[in-house]
């Protein structure tokens, strides 16, 4: 588990669509399950394992996810989650994701994801190797992904 909280944790921005949202143009609850897994797979890719991810030399299965909604999110709104690892076991790892309006400091949705490391073949637990575990203490903070095109209009 990191010793300190990460001071500027890694961001990723997305952008609500249209599609995405029930009648009152607001987002579906069940969509924030897809935003999750955005945020963690770049926050991945920013560790260093975009490639091991195509190749499935880094595999892994969702085994429990918590998610706590605070307020709405709409149509057209950019989104900004920020992601830290909250904790790591033996074959397991646990990331934080926060989301907030972008530019409002109030989070508005939260979750917890545990994931279980798997040898692709055989989906079999693998251990956390100690370069990984270095990597998802460290995180990637400061590090931004904007998918959303946010930061450069800003």
């Known amino acids: 588990m990191p010793s300190t909280p990460m001071s500027q944790p890694f961001r990723?921005?997305?952008?609500?669509?249209?599609?995405e949202c029930d009648a009152q143009k607001v987002v579906f609850n069940a969509r924030y399950g897809e935003y999750i897994d955005l945020a963690i797979t770049e926050f991945l890719?920013?560790?260093?394992?975009?490639?091991?991810?195509?190749?499935?030399?880094?595999?892994?299965?969702?085994?429990?996810?918590?998610?706590?909604?605070?307020?709405?999110?709409?149509?057209?709104?950019?989104?900004?989650?920020?992601?830290?690892?909250?904790?790591?076991?033996?074959?397991?790892?646990?990331?934080?994701?926060?989301?907030?309006?972008?530019?409002?400091?109030?989070?508005?949705c939260e979750s917890e994801t545990v994931y279980v490391l798997v040898d692709h073949a055989t989906l079999t637990k693998r251990p956390v190797a100690a370069d990984m575990r270095e990597r998802l203490e460290r995180g990637a903070p400061g590090r931004m992904i904007d998918h959303a095109g946010y930061l450069s209009a800003a």
Request: glycine share 10%; proline share 3%.
């Open 45 to 108: 890719r920013a560790l260093g394992y975009g490639e091991q991810m195509v190749t499935a030399e880094l595999d892994f299965q969702l085994v429990r996810q918590t998610t706590q909604w605070r307020a709405p999110a709409r149509y057209d709104n950019v989104l900004e989650g920020s992601v830290t690892t909250m904790g790591i076991g033996n074959t397991s790892f646990t990331l934080r994701v926060e989301f907030r309006v972008a530019g409002n400091p109030m989070v508005i």
């Open 12 to 19: 990723y921005y997305l952008r609500v669509r249209y599609g």
